[in-house]
């Protein structure tokens, strides 16, 4: 199971971190994501890690200012998100793939529940 949580609402320029708790199986040799999905808009990739190596992946949009990471002792997936901007405005969801990283929603056959993120301008 995943479960996603630390969403809310910041100004613009502002941070956030969301964390995603990895529960109820090994996650060794899993690829974790973080996607998000705006009001009317498809979900979208945001940032991927591989669990065993911890190797990220990027969307242009977020790179040099998110960052995800891992931790394996407490079966943790983080993303810290700085320098928000308005378009950041979105449900983000974290989800796992058996296989390494993907941009692809459909990789993806866990999911968690969303958590809001609202940056005002």
């Known amino acids: 199971q995943l479960q996603a949580s630390g969403g809310g609402m910041v100004q613009a320029g502002g941070s956030l971190r969301l964390s995603c708790v990895a529960s109820?199986?090994?996650?060794?040799?899993?690829?974790m994501g973080w996607f998000r999905q705006a009001p009317g808009k498809e979900r979208e990739f945001v940032a991927g890690i591989t669990w065993n190596w911890g190797t990220p992946l990027y969307a242009d949009s977020v790179k040099g200012r998110f960052t995800i990471s891992r931790d394996k002792a407490k079966s943790m997936v983080y993303l810290q998100m700085n320098s928000l901007k308005a378009e950041d405005t979105a449900v983000y969801y974290c989800?796992?793939?058996?296989?390494?990283?993907?941009?692809?929603?459909?990789?993806?056959?866990?999911w968690g529940q969303g958590t809001q993120v609202t940056v005002s301008s």
């Open positions: 989800a796992a793939r058996n296989g390494g990283t993907s941009t692809k929603s459909n990789d993806y056959n866990r």
């Open positions: 109820g199986r090994t996650f060794t040799n899993y690829g």
